[in-house]
């Protein structure tokens, strides 16, 4: 099938919903299928206000118009709400295609932390984007739910993957990254931004030392305020897979994030999970052994670390390794909704002919 992705993210933006995307592409292409990616790399941009990685396209309906012409796409998906988004969605309106979208981060919550805005504004926005969608795919069964009580319609399940060959745990002998630190460590990974809220981990009384991985508008602000807090800066790869090894507990205090594909790369590595009981943790971590929800706000937090630090690594490690990426990939392609033969066919072939006979006229 010839599939057409329509993203805001993408490399080298570092998140969870770009290495998501850029998985499941390889996944989908490694299965016999044809993806072409629009993506903000190929525009001009101009940064994100409050988030300058994150590069907006501009002026992209013409050209996203022109990849539709030439692709031909049997499927599209339209994975973020930005001008790249908005572009596919308004073709495929115009041109009665039909598209699936999917809800990767909590965007009313995002805005409202950082700007004077309404939640009911951003959830009207977002509405509107994903009414004439398909199937709008979501990460988890509390997510969906939360977005049903919104009045969003046409939810589907997709999950997401963890590559167990570069997440594992520390083998042994191999060397301690966080030597001369006192243990235990508690980590977190993932940006420094207000809407992390990873100053509800930063101010824990806890044991050993507390290190946050990762970069953002928050760091200098939360590296002065806490002292004690070890903050490292960005790592990736192999080297952020050994920092998740060399840990004891990796501490989740996002409220926003509708999934935290670092929750499944600790696990990988054999790291218990504390968090809140927010969408994501609370679909993952009840029953598996391999992490702990906090009970309440910041001091339930603290219980959750501690009471991590007694689980089985090699019990957490079990847990992840029932994830995968083809899984992700899989559940993904069924959701989508392609255009039915033998319409797509007959579509295409008008739409060439409808562009050779401008061509005549104009010339």
């Known amino acids: 099938m010839r599939i057409l992705l329509a993203t805001d993210a993408w490399e080298p933006q570092v998140n969870g919903v770009v290495r998501t995307l850029t998985r499941v592409v390889e ?30 396209a501009i002026g992209a309906y013409e050209p996203v118009q022109d990849r539709f012409k030439s692709f031909e796409p049997e499927a599209i998906h339209i994975a973020t709400e930005g001008p790249i988004g908005l572009a596919a969605r308004r073709i495929c309106l115009e041109w009665k295609l039909p598209f699936t979208t999917s809800y990767h981060t909590k965007f009313p919550e995002y805005v409202s932390a950082r700007l004077p805005l309404p939640l009911a504004a951003g959830y009207t926005y977002m509405r509107w984007f994903h009414k004439p969608s398909g199937r709008l795919m979501v990460a988890t069964p509390t997510m969906r739910d939360e977005l049903a009580k919104h009045g969003f319609r046409n939810l589907s399940p997709w999950s997401r993957g963890v590559d167990t060959d ?13 030597e001369g630190l006192a243990r235990p460590i508690f980590l977190n990974v993932g940006r420094v931004a207000v809407e992390k809220n990873i100053e509800a981990f ?16 928050q760091r200098e602000e939360l590296a002065e305020k806490y002292p004690e807090v070890k903050f490292l800066g960005a790592k990736f790869g192999a080297e952020l897979a050994r920092y998740f090894g060399c840990a004891d507990v990796f501490c989740f205090p996002s409220l926003t994030d509708t999934f935290g594909l670092v929750i499944l790369e600790a696990m990988a590595a054999g790291v218990p999970v504390a968090a809140f009981s927010a969408p994501g943790p609370i679909d993952i971590i009840p029953g598996s052994h391999a992490g702990a929800l906090a009970p309440g706000q910041t001091e ?19 847990f992840a390794e029932g994830f995968s990426w083809r899984a992700c990939a899989e559940e993904f392609y069924r959701n989508l909704q392609p255009y039915p033969e033998p319409e797509k066919t007959r579509f295409w072939r008008r739409l060439r002919r409808l562009a050779r006979l401008r061509g005549r006229t104009a010339a």
């Open 202 to 217: 930063a101010c824990l009384d806890l044991p050993g030392t507390k290190v946050v991985i990762g970069d953002g508008p």
């Open 27 to 56: 996944e989908l292409r490694a299965m016999g299928h044809e993806v072409d990616v629009v993506s903000p790399d190929q525009f001009p941009t101009f940064p994100l206000p409050t988030y300058p990685e994150i590069k907006l």
């Open 300 to 318: 339930g937090l603290k219980q959750a670390c501690l009471a991590c630090l007694d689980l089985d690594k090699t019990v957490v490690r079990k």
């Open 166 to 178: 570069i997440f594992k745990p520390r083998a042994p002998g191999e060397p301690d990254v966080f």
